[in-house]
């Protein structure tokens, strides 16, 4: 027997969760199977707070639903493609259910200034990611940048070489 977690209301972390939709759940190893990581790696994003599973089992089990293999997915990719950390990832996806919940705060009201706060703290979150985003990419740029700095030195080995010249002592050592 699954016993459905419902989330609380206006939870933005969990849509779609509920004892009105029957998701088919997996079990921890098939979800790290499917996603390409180890179980252990899923229970420390739970423990992180980077993920919630969407269920448990009569037996305490985590079950997952194919939202969390999505968050998982996205995680990963935050972690392996982009390089993120998962402090960074933890606060660009607490930044994104923020996202969801100012935007049904703003529906939910007419008042001015409650609205006026919700677009504040929303724009203080976006420049936040902006930042976060130019940092990441300042990085990358700086390591082209050594990159190609490196290359352009092989390449110059290359032509000494085929032009039948020794490099300098000086030239070895970089």
């Not at 969760?17 to 190893?29: C, D, F, H, Q, Y």
């Not at 607490?94 to 703003?106: K, L, M, V």
């Amino acid at each position: 027997m699954v016993t459905t977690q419902t989330s609380p209301p206006g939870d933005a972390t969990r849509p779609g969760k509920g004892a009105e939709s029957a998701p088919t759940l997996l079990r921890i190893t098939e979800v790290a199977e499917e996603v390409g990581l180890t179980a252990r790696a899923v229970r420390y994003y739970e423990e992180l707070g980077l993920l919630k599973p969407a269920a448990r089992s009569e037996g305490s089990y985590r079950l997952f639903d194919e939202d969390d293999l999505e968050r998982l997915r996205f995680i990963r990719g935050l972690r392996d493609d982009a390089g993120f950390s998962l402090a960074e990832i933890g606060r660009l996806l607490e930044d994104e259910e923020a996202r969801e919940r100012n935007r049904s705060a703003f529906r939910s009201t007419t008042n001015v200034d409650e609205r006026r706060a919700i677009l504040s703290d929303a724009l203080d979150r976006v420049d936040r990611q902006v930042a976060s985003l130019r940092g990441k990419a300042s990085r990358i740029a700086q390591m082209v940048k050594e990159a190609e700095v490196r290359r352009h030195h092989l390449e110059r080995h290359l032509e000494d070489l085929a032009a039948g010249r020794e490099p300098s002592n000086h030239e070895r050592g970089r």
